[in-house]
């Protein structure tokens, strides 16, 4: 394996990051609300899930109720 120096990595890394494309103010806050409103869903899909299934637990071993 090649041996580079710190100078050539650095200019590699100044390379690579100029290829980088930066998202604008908006799409980073559009794709930011998009995450609060998948986890909102997430949660409440998961809030679902444990009320069904202590319900049918409870059924099932007959207790509470």
Do not use: N
Not at 2 to 27: D, G, H, L, M
């Amino acid at each position: 394996m090649a041996r580079t120096t710190p100078a050539q990595f650095v200019r590699q890394v100044r390379q690579e990051i100029t290829k980088v494309t930066w998202p604008t103010r908006r799409e980073t806050a559009i794709t930011t609300a998009m995450v609060f409103v998948m986890v909102a869903l997430a949660s409440l899909f998961m809030l679902a899930v444990d009320a069904i299934f202590a319900e049918g637990i409870q059924f099932v071993l007959g207790i509470g109720g």
